[in-house]
């Protein structure tokens, strides 16, 4: 039987805002129910990528991690919320996951980017911590990291589930929380197995997966749809979002990344039309020499 072992903070361990749920719920577990997978879950509450007894490093090093074929990672929500450097908190992912490889070197694993963390008065992915960095700048640095040591990730910000308008409903402690209720846990396992499908190249076979509702408790009813005209389909484009200056000695990263950003959207606009419209399919290139961060007078 495929194994997977599962390292994390309280929202694995099951705390969904007001108490913990039964293991059966977790949502390590409820992958594990929907592939047909045994699953081991380490998590523990208030933890995070750092090099305390209970933090990600210390967690690899105290589990035995030789006979599972999968590790599901997810850590960030208290690394914002009680924030180091942005720099510390990448060393202490990348020592974490070197750990974990060098003790199992065939393991295969997902890197979930945290969900969003309203407990400190946040409200959106861009307003910044005590430390002056923000929840996406945590999303992209774990992306890097990612890359750099070649893992699969999940990444919710272009689909999420939890929003600061419907975290009333989503997270068990609302919109000043974190904790996904019990029906956003299932929604949340339920994307993850898709990955980890994905990941198996296709050939998991599922056993009956749970139930699973949509991230509400208490869904609204709605009428049969037999005589309902359907709404027409609209394609949207999300918000362009640039990082705000944070700290001027970033300065030319920030540029860099808001001129990247901005000409990927633009693409992203031109794709959309094309699609629609038929219209020129080329896409804005644009050769660039990015700054450095020095305060000098090229940067000027």
């Known amino acids: 039987m495929t194994k997977l072992v599962a390292f994390g903070d309280s929202i694995f361990a099951g705390w969904d805002g007001k108490e913990n749920v039964s293991a059966n719920q977790r949502i ?3 992958i594990g129910q929907h592939l047909g997978w045994q699953v081991a879950n380490v998590a523990i509450g208030g933890t995070k990528y750092d090099n305390s007894s209970n933090g990600f490093t210390a967690m ?8 599972f074929d999968y590790a599901l990672v997810s850590y960030g929500v208290n690394n914002f919320s009680w924030p180091e450097a942005l720099a510390t908190v990448k060393q202490n992912a990348v020592n974490g996951f070197e750990a974990l490889k060098r003790k199992n070197p065939n393991i295969k694993i997902l890197l979930e980017l945290p969900t969003e963390d309203f407990r400190q008065g946040s409200k959106t992915l861009y307003d910044v911590n005590d430390a002056f960095w923000n929840q996406n700048q945590l999303d992209d640095m774990l992306i890097d990291v990612a890359k750099q040591e070649g893992l699969e990730y999940y990444d919710w910000r272009p689909d999420p589930l ?5 975290a009333n409903q989503t997270l068990g402690d609302g919109n000043t929380g974190v904790h996904p209720t019990k029906a956003t846990m299932r929604a949340i396992a339920q994307r993850l197995a898709e990955k980890f499908k994905q ?3 296709g050939t998991v076979q599922p056993s009956p997966p749970p139930h699973i509702d949509p991230p509400h408790d208490n869904p609204p009813k709605t009428d049969k749809p037999e005589n309902k005209p359907q709404p027409p389909v609209v394609k949207t484009v999300d918000e362009l979002r640039l990082d705000r200056l944070a700290d001027l000695f970033g300065i030319g990263t920030n540029v860099s990344n808001g001129i990247n950003r901005t000409l990927n959207k633009i693409n992203e606009l031109y794709s959309q039309m094309h699609n629609l419209m038929g219209t020129d399919s080329k896409q804005v290139q644009a050769t660039l020499i990015a700054p450095d961060n020095a305060l000098t007078r090229p940067l000027r």
């Not at 690899?60 to 006979?67: L, P, R």
């Open 28 to 30: 390590p577990e409820l």
């Open 60 to 67: 690899v090093n105290k589990t035995d991690v030789s006979g």
């Open 162 to 166: 939890i929003t600061y308008e419907n």
């Open 199 to 201: 990941m198996a190249g």
